[in-house]
């Protein structure tokens, strides 16, 4: 028998609007394409919403004007910069306020009104725990998952590929440590991020042109929780982050390599200074 | 109307043995598959297979206790280290023959014959395209892909995600630039990695432990190329490698920091025996 997963993305979903009740917008394109198809989301569901119409209806908008300084603002940390021709400013690679390293803190141009860049959600968790009781609610469903995604780029791979930057109703991750392998011997590091997972299956479906922001995934039900409050919400998506101690990449390589330069400096110097 | 996406995974895929006829196997379990469920290989579909049974079926097998050598063998480069406890062998993030930046080079213990692991395909684009044409003929199709996938870490997030190391019949990136967004505005640095992406989804229907490591992606015929010789194969994964000279990565953060204290060491070193 086979395993299967379908991702559909209705068409149709309006240009948000700061103030715009999403859940609302969300709940009658799917509503709408359920009248048309007959595909309306069901238990065991995920419904992907780009990051993008989120921000816009939370109205994470500023004048593109201000991008540099919004890049300065979302920033906890400077992770790595590299100049750029043309008398671009230097693009810089930092963590940003939700610890998501990201290329300009993820403040965002495309798709935005003109003369404007966006912000990412505010707490996108939360976001989607918001939207996951609005649907919840209005489709009537108990395990319904919802899952927030942004476009990243990633060390070594050129091209960008969907995360998940907000999940509720999800399990994030299928951990397969205490499990066995084909052959009886326990899987001992394999942790499939699967809301990373669903998030890039979402995109090749929305894409990034088509005014699809929304799609279902359906055929990760084991995933998905049932309830509401933490044990339906689950744990988000936030808990994907690696702390940058952890990381062996928290760092990029030029501004290690200066950091260890400079630190020898510093050290010689005192020494100097220690001997005088 | 919606954009749709459907991702496939037979069961019943035998236990792979080196010497096996790989493309014959993939074939009788598509074929079988086809026979129960009427859903064959079509024009526009991607065949995914794990990388794990290519390997397994090219004799890609070395004994266990090996292990630390043919990771060495597979080393092009060692991008960082990170001891482990209980007298384990210290992990290796390497890049690795194909260009990959893997911990262990990739060299993989699960789902393996007890005392064996397994190396990468020697060259998993050529296994694609060779998997390609045999399937095209089978089924007497034009446009079909073939994606062989592995499972990876990354920087910055926990959990592990399928991508492409391996593609023929496939566009490998949706490159968007030059396009314009929906208002109309240039879109300047989205190239979407969409072998990457077919890589993920595919994952979220075959898993881990269920032996399936076939699935068949419906939905991304825009990405699918038609015709055999260069321009039907297309680009291969390997395009998707970012050169290690452009990776702000390209170094774990401790060894390009001691890399940095140890040419200050160096050069302090050269003033002293240059003023000596």
Not at 233 to 259: N, Q
């Amino acid at each position: 028998m086979s395993a299967r997963l379908t991702v559909w993305a209705p068409g149709g979903f309006p240009e948000v609007r700061p103030g715009d009740d999403l859940a609302t917008l969300v709940g009658d394109v799917l509503a709408a394409d359920a009248a048309a198809s007959g595909d309306a989301p069901a238990e065991g569901d995920v419904v992907v919403v780009t990051s993008k119409v989120v921000s816009k209806a939370e109205g994470r908008v500023v004048l593109a004007a201000d991008r540099e300084r919004a890049i300065t603002d979302e920033t906890v940390r400077v992770v790595a910069t590299r100049e750029r021709p043309g008398g671009l400013p230097p693009l810089r690679i930092v963590e940003n306020r939700l610890g998501l390293v990201m290329a300009a803190a993820g403040v965002d141009a495309s798709n935005t009104p003109e003369g404007t860049v966006l912000l990412l959600p505010e707490d996108p968790d939360a976001s989607a725990r918001a939207l996951r009781a609005a649907l919840r609610s209005r489709f009537g469903l108990d395990r319904l998952g919802v899952v927030l995604t942004d476009t990243a780029g990633r060390p070594w791979r050129d091209g960008l590929v969907d995360i998940a930057i907000g999940a509720a109703g999800v399990a994030v991750v299928d951990d397969l440590r205490g499990g066995f392998d084909a052959h009886g011997r326990p899987i001992s590091v394999t942790v499939t991020a699967v809301v990373d997972e669903v998030a890039a299956a979402s995109e090749l479906v929305r894409g990034k042109t088509a005014g699809r922001p929304v799609a279902v995934v359906r055929g990760v039900g084991r995933f998905v929780l049932a309830g509401d409050g933490p044990s339906g919400d689950g744990p988000g998506a936030r808990t994907l982050v690696r702390p940058s101690a952890d990381d062996l990449f928290r760092e990029g390589s030029a501004e290690a390599y200066a950091r260890g330069l400079a630190d020898a400096q510093g050290l010689a110097d005192g020494a100097e200074s220690g001997r005088g």
